[in-house]
Protein backbone atom coordinates (compact mmCIF):
# COMPACT_ATOMS: atom_id res chain seq x y z
CA UNK A 1 0.00 0.00 0.00
CA UNK A 2 1.29 3.33 -0.78
CA UNK A 3 -0.07 6.86 0.50
CA UNK A 4 -0.06 9.98 -0.75
CA UNK A 5 -0.85 13.38 -0.43
CA UNK A 6 -2.53 15.96 -3.72
CA UNK A 7 -3.04 19.25 -3.59
CA UNK A 8 -6.05 19.91 -5.67
CA UNK A 9 -5.18 23.41 -6.45
CA UNK A 10 -1.90 24.89 -6.82
CA UNK A 11 -0.88 27.45 -4.39
CA UNK A 12 1.87 30.34 -4.75
CA UNK A 13 2.76 32.58 -2.25
CA UNK A 14 5.14 35.53 -3.05
CA UNK A 15 7.12 37.13 0.10
CA UNK A 16 10.08 39.67 0.10
CA UNK A 17 12.86 36.24 -0.66
CA UNK A 18 10.58 34.39 -3.27
CA UNK A 19 7.37 31.84 -3.71
CA UNK A 20 6.37 29.09 -2.67
CA UNK A 21 4.29 26.45 -4.34
CA UNK A 22 2.89 22.79 -4.14
CA UNK A 23 6.19 21.12 -4.90
CA UNK A 24 7.63 20.94 -1.81
CA UNK A 25 9.64 24.20 -1.30
CA UNK A 26 10.03 25.12 2.10
CA UNK A 27 8.65 28.89 2.72
CA UNK A 28 11.12 31.28 2.83
CA UNK A 29 11.51 33.38 5.84
CA UNK A 30 9.64 36.74 5.33
CA UNK A 31 11.69 39.90 5.53
CA UNK A 32 11.09 41.42 9.35
CA UNK A 33 11.02 44.96 7.53
CA UNK A 34 7.89 44.01 4.69
CA UNK A 35 5.97 42.55 8.58
CA UNK A 36 7.46 44.89 10.52
CA UNK A 37 3.42 46.59 11.24
CA UNK A 38 1.96 47.55 13.99
CA UNK A 39 -1.87 47.61 14.53
CA UNK A 40 -3.00 50.32 16.54
CA UNK A 41 -6.29 50.43 18.05
CA UNK A 42 -7.54 53.82 19.72
CA UNK A 43 -11.15 56.19 20.31
CA UNK A 44 -8.69 59.45 19.78
CA UNK A 45 -6.54 58.05 17.05
CA UNK A 46 -2.83 58.70 17.02
CA UNK A 47 -0.71 61.70 17.20
CA UNK A 48 1.37 62.16 13.92
CA UNK A 49 4.75 63.01 15.84
CA UNK A 50 3.97 59.17 17.56
CA UNK A 51 3.43 57.72 13.94
CA UNK A 52 6.77 59.56 12.75
CA UNK A 53 8.58 58.30 15.01
CA UNK A 54 7.38 54.72 14.76
CA UNK A 55 8.34 55.06 10.87
CA UNK A 56 11.31 56.24 11.76
CA UNK A 57 11.98 53.31 13.62
CA UNK A 58 11.14 51.21 10.26
CA UNK A 59 7.74 50.41 11.67
CA UNK A 60 4.87 51.21 9.99
CA UNK A 61 1.09 51.69 11.68
CA UNK A 62 -2.25 50.74 11.06
CA UNK A 63 -4.71 53.11 12.70
CA UNK A 64 -8.46 51.99 14.03
CA UNK A 65 -11.14 52.83 15.65
CA UNK A 66 -12.20 50.42 18.88
CA UNK A 67 -15.67 50.48 16.41
CA UNK A 68 -13.83 50.02 13.29
CA UNK A 69 -15.51 46.85 11.19
CA UNK A 70 -11.78 46.20 9.21
CA UNK A 71 -11.29 45.02 13.48
CA UNK A 72 -12.60 41.55 12.50
CA UNK A 73 -10.52 40.89 9.36
CA UNK A 74 -7.25 42.54 11.30
CA UNK A 75 -6.50 38.49 13.32
CA UNK A 76 -5.81 37.64 9.30
CA UNK A 77 -3.18 40.02 8.80
CA UNK A 78 0.44 39.97 9.67
CA UNK A 79 1.10 42.63 12.31
CA UNK A 80 4.41 42.47 14.65
CA UNK A 81 2.90 44.13 17.55
CA UNK A 82 -0.90 45.50 18.49
CA UNK A 83 -1.20 48.74 20.64
CA UNK A 84 -4.63 48.42 22.40
CA UNK A 85 -5.08 52.51 23.63
CA UNK A 86 -7.86 51.40 26.29
CA UNK A 87 -10.98 54.34 26.89
CA UNK A 88 -11.43 53.16 30.74
CA UNK A 89 -15.37 54.54 30.32
CA UNK A 90 -15.77 52.61 27.14
CA UNK A 91 -17.16 49.49 28.23
CA UNK A 92 -17.31 48.17 24.21
CA UNK A 93 -13.52 49.59 24.26
CA UNK A 94 -12.76 47.00 27.35
CA UNK A 95 -14.42 44.18 25.18
CA UNK A 96 -12.51 44.39 21.97
CA UNK A 97 -9.61 44.72 24.11
CA UNK A 98 -10.25 41.50 26.22
CA UNK A 99 -10.83 39.84 22.76
CA UNK A 100 -7.82 40.93 20.94
CA UNK A 101 -5.84 39.78 23.89
CA UNK A 102 -7.11 36.39 23.75
CA UNK A 103 -6.78 36.26 20.06
CA UNK A 104 -2.94 36.40 20.66
CA UNK A 105 -2.25 37.21 17.08
CA UNK A 106 0.84 39.26 18.00
CA UNK A 107 2.16 41.02 21.17
CA UNK A 108 0.12 43.23 22.92
CA UNK A 109 0.75 46.79 24.34
CA UNK A 110 -1.71 47.49 27.09
CA UNK A 111 -2.16 51.53 27.01
CA UNK A 112 -4.70 52.92 30.04
CA UNK A 113 -4.75 56.23 32.36
CA UNK A 114 -5.55 53.91 35.13
CA UNK A 115 -3.01 51.48 36.62
CA UNK A 116 -5.51 49.11 37.80
CA UNK A 117 -6.77 48.58 34.35
CA UNK A 118 -3.22 48.08 32.89
CA UNK A 119 -2.79 45.30 35.51
CA UNK A 120 -6.08 43.57 34.55
CA UNK A 121 -4.81 43.70 30.72
CA UNK A 122 -1.46 41.27 32.22
CA UNK A 123 -3.57 39.31 33.63
CA UNK A 124 -5.74 39.00 30.22
CA UNK A 125 -2.51 38.44 28.63
CA UNK A 126 -0.95 41.61 27.48
CA UNK A 127 2.70 41.42 27.16
CA UNK A 128 3.00 44.81 28.42
CA UNK A 129 1.55 48.08 29.82
CA UNK A 130 2.17 51.91 29.94
CA UNK A 131 0.23 54.54 31.88
CA UNK A 132 -0.99 57.56 30.58
CA UNK A 133 0.87 60.44 29.94
CA UNK A 134 3.86 58.40 28.80
CA UNK A 135 6.57 59.80 27.18
CA UNK A 136 7.70 59.54 23.15
CA UNK A 137 11.10 57.59 23.69
CA UNK A 138 9.30 55.26 26.22
CA UNK A 139 6.55 54.27 24.03
CA UNK A 140 9.24 53.28 21.34
CA UNK A 141 11.46 51.84 23.58
CA UNK A 142 8.16 48.97 24.73
CA UNK A 143 7.06 49.05 20.91
CA UNK A 144 10.20 47.68 19.95
CA UNK A 145 10.85 45.00 22.31
CA UNK A 146 7.37 43.51 21.93
CA UNK A 147 8.68 43.55 18.27
CA UNK A 148 12.09 41.72 18.98
CA UNK A 149 9.84 39.21 20.62
CA UNK A 150 7.83 38.77 17.54
CA UNK A 151 10.60 38.35 15.51
CA UNK A 152 12.27 35.91 17.75
CA UNK A 153 9.21 33.67 18.28
CA UNK A 154 8.67 33.23 14.27
CA UNK A 155 10.17 29.84 13.00
CA UNK A 156 13.10 29.55 10.78
CA UNK A 157 13.22 28.62 7.01
CA UNK A 158 14.11 25.39 7.01
CA UNK A 159 11.40 24.47 10.17
CA UNK A 160 8.61 25.98 8.50
CA UNK A 161 6.90 23.75 5.56
CA UNK A 162 4.31 24.99 3.37
CA UNK A 163 2.06 23.18 0.86
CA UNK A 164 -0.84 25.03 -0.60
CA UNK A 165 -3.07 26.20 2.29
CA UNK A 166 -1.26 23.64 4.63
CA UNK A 167 1.31 24.79 6.50
CA UNK A 168 3.43 23.10 9.59
CA UNK A 169 6.23 23.79 12.20
CA UNK A 170 8.60 20.85 12.32
CA UNK A 171 10.05 22.73 15.72
CA UNK A 172 7.18 22.92 17.27
CA UNK A 173 4.93 20.54 16.09
CA UNK A 174 2.11 22.68 15.28
CA UNK A 175 0.11 22.24 11.81
CA UNK A 176 -2.16 24.81 10.48
CA UNK A 177 -5.10 24.74 7.31
CA UNK A 178 -6.39 27.66 6.16
CA UNK A 179 -4.87 29.40 9.06
CA UNK A 180 -7.06 27.38 11.59
CA UNK A 181 -4.79 25.14 13.82
CA UNK A 182 -5.19 21.69 13.33
CA UNK A 183 -5.13 19.69 16.79
CA UNK A 184 -2.68 16.38 15.64
CA UNK A 185 -1.71 13.31 17.65
CA UNK A 186 2.09 12.91 18.10
CA UNK A 187 1.99 10.37 15.28
CA UNK A 188 -0.02 12.10 12.97
CA UNK A 189 1.67 15.00 12.35
CA UNK A 190 4.86 12.77 11.75
CA UNK A 191 2.59 11.44 9.21
CA UNK A 192 2.14 14.63 8.05
CA UNK A 193 5.34 16.23 8.55
CA UNK A 194 6.85 12.74 6.29
CA UNK A 195 3.82 13.67 3.73
CA UNK A 196 5.38 17.64 3.84
CA UNK A 197 8.87 16.52 2.63
CA UNK A 198 7.72 14.79 -0.65
CA UNK A 199 3.64 16.30 -1.32
CA UNK A 200 2.45 15.60 -4.58
CA UNK A 201 4.35 12.25 -4.71
CA UNK A 202 3.75 8.46 -3.24
CA UNK A 203 5.24 7.64 0.14
CA UNK A 204 5.39 4.26 1.14
CA UNK A 205 4.37 2.66 3.92
CA UNK A 206 7.91 1.06 4.83
CA UNK A 207 9.20 5.13 4.95
CA UNK A 208 5.96 6.17 7.15
CA UNK A 209 6.99 3.05 9.29
CA UNK A 210 10.54 4.35 9.44
CA UNK A 211 9.41 8.02 10.32
CA UNK A 212 7.13 6.46 13.29
CA UNK A 213 8.62 3.47 14.49
CA UNK A 214 12.19 3.43 12.83
CA UNK A 215 11.66 -0.47 11.34
CA UNK A 216 10.33 -1.32 8.02
CA UNK A 217 6.10 -1.64 7.88
CA UNK A 218 4.86 -5.41 8.55
CA UNK A 219 2.61 -6.83 6.63
CA UNK A 220 -0.28 -7.59 9.08
CA UNK A 221 0.17 -3.49 10.91
CA UNK A 222 -2.70 -1.48 11.01
CA UNK A 223 -1.85 0.99 13.25
CA UNK A 224 -0.51 3.52 10.43
CA UNK A 225 -4.11 3.25 8.62
CA UNK A 226 -5.75 4.30 11.60
CA UNK A 227 -3.35 6.91 12.10
CA UNK A 228 -3.87 8.32 7.88
CA UNK A 229 -7.71 7.74 9.02
CA UNK A 230 -7.65 10.09 11.70
CA UNK A 231 -5.36 12.58 9.65
CA UNK A 232 -7.42 12.50 6.36
CA UNK A 233 -10.92 13.39 8.82
CA UNK A 234 -9.21 16.04 10.22
CA UNK A 235 -7.42 17.38 6.76
CA UNK A 236 -10.12 16.30 3.91
CA UNK A 237 -13.06 18.24 5.60
CA UNK A 238 -12.09 21.39 4.32
CA UNK A 239 -12.00 19.63 0.70
CA UNK A 240 -8.27 20.59 0.20
CA UNK A 241 -6.33 17.52 0.16
CA UNK A 242 -7.03 14.23 -1.49
CA UNK A 243 -4.86 11.06 0.12
CA UNK A 244 -4.36 8.25 -2.23
CA UNK A 245 -4.40 4.67 -1.10
Excluded at 64 to 89: K, M
Excluded at 104 to 127: H, R, V, Y
Aim: proline share 5%.
Amino acid sequence: MHIAAKLCEPFKGTDGAGTTDLNGQVERSVSPRLRRTILWISGDGVTPPIVASLEEAELSVQILGHRDERLSAAPNDDFCCVVLDICTQDKSSLLMARQFVALNIAPTLWISTSEDNCLSGIELGAADFLLKPFSQPELLLRVRALVRRFELRQPSSESLKRCGALKANLSTREAWLHDSPLVLTSSEFTILETLLQEPCRIVSRDKLAMALYQRQASPLERSIDVHICNLRKKIEKYGTFEFVR
